[in-house]
């Protein structure tokens, strides 16, 4: 299927590995030229090369931290004019809310609410001048269903949603879309990370752990960036130009609920 989006210009954050780069992959292969961006600059580096060689699209890569005004300023600085926005970070720890101070809660709402909405702030006007847009945040399927030990997480991208609910309303008439993916269990570093830790308090083995995750997904397995990225490149579409405000919960079955 052509996207109708060959020559647009996006950004993608956290793009280095993961959902990010499944993202920027699947935009690239629909000929949308990508400004990629991460903290760690040799990972980074590597991603873009090889999506440049696979797809031939224009990459910039910009090492940064966009939780930071110097690093929102670099990223977007890498191209004046965006079509795309694609925001994303890794969540905040885990534990018990009890323990968590002022600092933790700040941290939380910089990487997963504040640096989001400054972003869509940095490029929703030349969207609406130009008439077209698109803006994907990809926030966590416990915006749908809250995980208890992630209260940190829950609370800094369910205030993103909120955000996201309106602004999606106010800009629609203009040609610019907002929509969130909301990914449950996906094969990703991250992932791997929480399931060694499940895997150390529970004095079993990393394959058990692995094994006990799966079993309550209704699908039978994880996630794949790649088909996420692909679901990202579609709502980033011409396709999808009737579709704003919308939460798309992406998680093999595992939310119980009928809405």
Known sequence: MDLGIQGRWALVCGASKGLGLGCAQALAEAGVHIVLNARNAEPLAQAAAAIREATGVTVIEVAADVTTPAGRAQVLAAHPDLDILVTNAGGPPPGDFRKFDRD???RALDANMLTPIELIRSTIDSMTGRGWGRIVNITSSSVK?????LGLSNGAR????????????????????INNLLPGAFDTDRLRSNIESAARQGNTTFEAARAQRI?????GRLGHSEEFGKLCAFVCSQHASYMTGQNLLLDGGTFPGTF
């Not at 949603?161 to 203009?174: C, D, P, S």
């Not at 079993?215 to 699908?219: K, L, Q, R, S, W």
Request: hydrophobic residues 50%; charged residues 10%.
């Open 158 to 177: 369910s205030g993103l949603t909120g955000f996201v609910a309106g602004l999606a309303r106010q800009v629609a008439r203009q040609g610019v879309t």
């Open 215 to 219: 079993a309550g997904i209704p699908a």
């Open 104 to 106: 933790d809660w700040i």
């Open 145 to 149: 269903s809250p995980i208890g030990a």
